[in-house]
T-cell receptor, first 113, second 113 residues
């Protein structure tokens, strides 16, 4: 059974600081997704990582994937208050001819002025 | 059209009621999904439809009954729900080949009283 673990689960940081969050998963997969969720809202897709060594950047966020280590990182550069949200990583798991997403528990990020 | 549309956005129902949640997409995606998300938890997969056929049922109680009448529509019929079924219900869709991620709808906030 595929398990996805995120670390840390809670993060409070100051504006302007940098930080890296981690997503580990337990079985082979080359599909890794990062989502953002604001309170009471749906999931917003941030990154789709589909191969080993994939690196994608959008604004102050950069995501990478190491399929051999079964690890993805999400790096935050010069955090701003608007980044406060819950961030989920999810791994694609093939089952019964279909793919399903298995989510980590999510990381609640609070960026303080 | 790059959206997944869910209706209604909010629903309050009694335990003896029958109601339906609706999901629609016009992106030509041939996989559609229902996820359930409880407060402060990650989304959990309920059902997957591939080419309008049910391909994954994650042991969901029979009081939840999915239906995929065509490639653009996905319904979730609700009957005799319990208060613990109150949650955010998310619909998503994706391509089945050349996979580029999932598009989530805005969700239906369900309250069972």
């Amino acid at each position: 059974e595929l398990k996805v673990e995120q670390n840390p689960l809670f993060l409070s940081m100051q504006e302007g600081k940098n930080y890296t969050i981690y997503c580990n998963y337990s079985t082979t997969s080359d599909r890794l997704y990062w989502y953002r969720q604001d309170p009471g809202k749906s999931l917003e897709s941030l990154f789709v990582l589909l191969s080993n060594g994939a690196v994608k950047q959008e604004g102050r966020l950069m995501a990478s994937l190491d399929t051999k280590a079964r690890l993805s990182t999400l790096h935050i550069t010069a955090a701003v208050h608007d980044l406060s949200a819950t961030y989920f990583c999810a791994v694609g798991d093939e089952a019964g001819g279909s793919e399903k997403l298995v989510f980590g528990k999510g990381m609640k990020l609070t960026v303080n002025p | 059209d790059t959206e997944v549309t869910q209706t209604p956005k909010h629903l309050v129902m009694g335990m003896t009621n029958k109601k339906s949640l609706k999901c629609e997409q016009h992106m030509g995606h041939r996989a559609m999904y229902w996820y359930k998300q409880k407060a402060k938890k990650p989304p959990e997969l309920m059902f997957v439809y591939s080419y309008e056929k049910l391909s994954i049922n994650e042991s969901v109680p029979s009081r939840f009954s999915p239906e995929c009448p065509n490639s653009s529509l996905l319904n979730l019929h609700l009957h005799a729900l319990q208060p613990e079924d109150s949650a955010l219900y998310l619909c998503a869709s994706s391509r089945l080949t050349g996979h580029y991620g999932y598009t989530f709808g805005s969700g239906t906030r369900l309250t069972v009283v």
